[in-house]
């Protein structure tokens, strides 16, 4: 799933590893991922939760206020739905930031991870939260895209080569589709964790692998 890949980059990087070396040559660095079970995923199948625990993971740590200026909530909204993040491990105290009183918070990993088989679970409401779960990430991989065509007149600039808006169709077996998403996430790991160089942005990227219908 699109949101079993980290947001975050490990602090200590392997000496090694180089920007300029092809990705071929590099190791997949696997991210520290949490696995969701029926009860996690009752924790985090909430709209707001699932973009609190993103943006901690993409920006670094917080306060509950402000997450909720970030996301145009009250502080008491943000706090409570970081509260039920945390009873489930999902976020945890960010020790050495803030001398005051307000709390500031962390995401716990790099990101989670999703077993599909939890959206045919026999009980309704962790189906029912699997479905939620889903429908989140592909709302947010939507708003992020429409987002960055709005902008990519005005930011793309030398970026533009780098950027992409594909779709495919192939025919493929269920292993054939398994072994192409597990070789797709290789590749994409393979440029985790690089030293920092001039002109380094945050780049997104989302893979979809969607089996049709049999009758499609």
Known sequence: MPESRSE???????????????????EPVEPTLRMLDARALRGLAHPLRMQLLADLRREGPATASQLAERFGESSGSTSYHLRQLA??????????????????????????????????????????????????????????VSAWISEAQTRLGRWE???????FTLRLTPG?????????HDVVNTYRDLPEAEGTRTVRIHTHVLPRSASE
């Open 161 to 167: 080569p780098g950027a992409d808006l594909s779709d």
């Open 87 to 144: 009873a489930h491990g999902f976020v945890e105290d960010a020790v050495g930031h803030g001398k005051g009183r307000e709390r500031w918070w962390q995401a716990a990993h790099e990101g989670t991870g999703f077993d599909g088989s939890l959206i045919h679970d026999a009980d309704p409401a962790t189906s029912s939260a699997a479905a939620v779960f889903l429908q989140t990430v592909a709302t947010n991989h939507a708003q992020e």
């Open 176 to 184: 054939q589709s398994e072994e192409l998403v597990g070789r797709l």
């Open 8 to 26: 975050n980059h490990p602090e200590n990087r392997p000496e090694s590893r180089t920007r300029n070396a092809p990705a071929e040559a590099r």
